[in-house]
């Protein structure tokens, strides 16, 4: 995974012959403080200077998909995934933490916050 200040975020994956290709590309409109994945290395979450922070999950076929949001006032310096991965802590600029739970199935991962 590769974090940018360009606001984009690129995921890679090996191939079955050992390379490595670009899965995905999530953007924000501002650049990324940070990206980290879940502890089931299957959703993502980022920072952003624009401040969101993002949960993209990855489904059954493969494919990335954007489950979810978290806003706040100003730039978020880090979102990461609690252990077990049934929540996600934010913190601003501004030193508002949010911690948010995630609810999911196959087919919808909802935030509540």
């Known amino acids: 995974m590769i974090a940018s200040q360009d606001g984009s975020v690129k995921i890679y994956g090996q191939t079955s012959k050992g390379s490595w290709e ?57 979102a990461t995934f609690s252990a077990d991965g049934s929540h996600v802590v934010t913190a601003s600029k501004y030193g508002t933490v949010k911690i948010t739970e995630l609810q999911g199935s196959d087919s919808l991962f909802a935030v509540t916050e």
């Open 22 to 78: 670009k899965k995905v590309t999530i953007y924000h409109k501002c650049g990324i403080q940070s990206a980290t994945f879940s502890p089931d290395d299957c959703h993502v979450v980022t920072a952003s200077l624009d401040g969101t922070s993002k949960i993209i999950g990855q489904r059954t076929d493969g494919s990335w998909l954007e489950r979810g949001s978290i806003s706040h006032d100003d730039t978020v310096f880090s």
